[in-house]
């Protein structure tokens, strides 16, 4: 079956600390891996995508990386903002996408 | 330009009742997705449009729920005897077309509460 998991659930950081939240997935066949980025009561959107071929991708502060061979996704925000409060969904397209459950992440002051 | 928006924002009805859900996607984006979002999950893919016509609708999980967009532009979910499971929230998508790498763009949703 078609799975994406990630973890942790969910995760509390300082304002101004890095962090880096998991992806795992069982998806195939794979033809791209996207995070999105969803505030509480907002639509997701999207920070990145990659295919296949690509290991890593930035946007801003905040970088994915792409192991297809373990089928591990990692993104890693640096220098975490009080408006990176929200959660971040791993998306992997096969003829669709598959969601995963997301992250939750909340900066503190 | 502007986004997607969806209407109405909030609907709270009775069980048993019908209710349709509203998506106006990006002009001349050609590709509508309708996703159900419940509270500490992914979305859920419910139904995808390719211009007028439902290309992939293998997300709906029941005969009660049916969209449309017969002009290939707005569309309309439509859920019929509501029940108090169909209670989350409702996301729109749309993209330019349907290619590996289109990415998505999501409307704010319509929370559903079904009493």
């Known amino acids: 079956k078609n799975q994406v998991e990630q973890s942790p659930q969910s995760l509390i950081i300082l304002e101004g600390k890095n962090c880096t939240l998991q992806c795992n997935y069982t998806v195939s066949p794979f033809s791209n891996l996207r995070w999105y980025k969803q505030d509480t009561g907002r639509g997701p959107v999207s920070l990145t995508i990659?295919?296949?071929s690509e290991n890593t991708k930035s946007n801003g502060r905040y970088t994915a990386t792409l192991d297809a061979d373990t089928k591990q996704s990692s993104l890693h925000i640096t220098a975490s903002q009080l408006s990176d409060s929200a959660s971040y969904i791993c998306?992997?397209?096969?003829?669709?996408?598959?969601w995963g459950a997301g992250t939750k992440l909340i900066i503190k002051p | 330009g502007a986004g997607v928006s969806q209407t109405p924002s909030n609907k709270v009805t009775e069980k048993g009742k019908y209710v349709e859900l509203r998506c106006d996607p990006i002009?001349?984006?050609?590709?509508l997705y309708w996703y159900r979002q419940s509270l500490g999950q992914g979305p859920e893919f419910l139904i995808y449009?390719?211009?007028?016509?439902?290309?992939?609708d293998s997300g709906l999980p029941n005969d009660r729920f049916f969209a449309v967009r017969p002009e290939g532009s707005v569309s309309t979910l439509k859920i019929q005897r509501t029940e108090r499971g169909d209670s989350a929230v409702y996301l729109c998508?749309?993209?330019?077309?349907?290619?590996?790498?289109?990415?998505?763009?999501f409307g704010p949703g319509t929370r559903l509460t079904v009493l």
């Open positions: 998306v992997v397209k096969d003829y669709q996408l598959i």
């Open positions: 990659m295919t296949f």
């Open positions: 998508a749309s993209s330019p077309g349907q290619g590996a790498r289109n990415e998505q763009f």
């Open positions: 449009f390719q211009g007028t016509g439902a290309a992939d």
């Open positions: 002009s001349g984006h050609t590709a």
